[in-house]
């Protein structure tokens, strides 16, 4: 048994019978504009999730630069407490 109880030569005649209804010229161009659909898919997800990330970096620059000002508060105050 193959696939969901279908066996390999049940699905060698039902390939044989799409060549003989299609053609082989016909099937190369399905096969053809479903790549490229597939293709113009995965760029356009893959599209939307940089675009998603950039959105959430962009709304938390603030993260990294309130980490940088404590760390120079920090720098600031120790100066400020050697100087007294």
Avoid: C, N, Y
């Amino acid at each position: 048994m193959g696939l969901g109880g279908i066996s390999v030569w049940q699905l060698l005649i039902i390939l044989l019978i799409v060549i003989v209804l299609f053609g082989t010229k016909r099937l190369g161009t399905i096969g053809k504009d479903l790549g490229g659909a597939v293709k113009g898919f995965r760029k356009a997800f893959d599209d939307g999730e940089k675009e998603q990330a950039a959105q959430q970096i962009s709304a938390h620059p603030e993260s990294g630069d309130d980490q940088k000002s404590g760390e120079s508060r920090q720098a600031e105050g120790a100066d400020k407490t050697e100087q007294d």
